[in-house]
């Protein structure tokens, strides 16, 4: 079945700090891939994509994120947080010709001064 | 506006009563999304429009659930006789079309509209 899991489901970090937020996922083949971040009564806002190409792709506010097809994985990164970076992070996959989005149980991210 | 709109931000309602959430997407924009997003757990597709078709519905919990979009541009989500495990943010999402290539076009997303059910 096609799944995307987030291991960690809150984490806190002292900001200046760097941040990294695991992502995993099953699917038989390379699906599209995003990281979305929600915050506190606010929408999703898209952080970054990956269709194919260049694995390590960049992203608004300073993220990043790397593909690696060997490990399923599609973690994000920043080398230093920011208070504003607290929020709710999801790791977010296609599959469909449609483009519906299945959607990981997201990490809350705490940043402390 | 630039962005998805929907309304209400909240709503608050009995239990068996009928609700209907409106989403206004982005303009031009030919996909439209629903998502139900309960408290704690990330989003889950219920529906998608490719303009006035409803193409994917199969994300809807229950006959309750309807979505419609007759016009092709702004949607309702409406759900009859509520019960309490309704209770969740109501997410709408639009994203321009597919192109040539093939890629998946990201989706902007409202700001949802919470809704209690008592």
């Known amino acids: 079945a096609q799944s995307v899991t987030q291991p960690d489901i809150h984490i806190t970090v002292s900001e200046g700090a760097s941040l990294e937020l695991r992502c995993n996922y099953s699917?038989?083949?390379?699906?599209?891939l995003f990281w979305y971040v929600q915050s506190p009564g606010q929408g999703l806002q898209l952080l970054l994509k990956y269709f194919s190409g260049d694995t390590l792709v960049q992203g608004i506010k300073g993220f990043e994120a790397e593909f690696k097809r060997s490990q399923s994985s599609f973690n994000l990164r920043k080398p230093s947080v920011h208070w504003s970076d607290a929020a709710e992070y999801f790791c977010?996959?296609?599959?469909?010709?449609?483009?519906?989005?299945?959607f990981g149980a997201g990490t809350q991210v705490v940043v402390t001064p | 506006g630039a962005g998805v709109s929907q309304s209400p931000r909240y709503k608050v309602a009995k239990r068996g009563q009928d609700v209907a959430l409106r989403c206004d997407p982005i303009?031009?924009?030919?996909?439209l999304f629903w998502y139900q997003q309960a408290l704690g757990q990330g989003p889950e597709f219920l529906t998608y429009?490719?303009?006035?078709?409803?193409?994917?519905k199969s994300g809807l919990p229950s006959d309750r659930f309807f979505a419609e979009r007759p016009e092709g541009s702004v949607s309702t989500l409406k759900i009859q006789r509520t019960q309490q495990e309704d209770s969740a943010v109501y997410l709408c999402?639009?994203?321009?079309?597919?192109?040539?290539?093939?890629?998946?076009?990201?989706?902007?997303f409202g700001d949802g509209t919470r809704l209690s059910i008592l």
């Open positions: 999402a639009s994203s321009l079309r597919r192109d040539r290539g093939h890629q998946a076009q990201p989706q902007h």
């Open positions: 429009f490719q303009n006035e078709a409803q193409l994917d």
């Open positions: 699917y038989g083949a390379t699906p599209y």
């Open positions: 977010v996959m296609t599959t469909d010709s449609w483009g519906k989005l299945q």
């Open positions: 303009s031009g924009h030919v996909s």
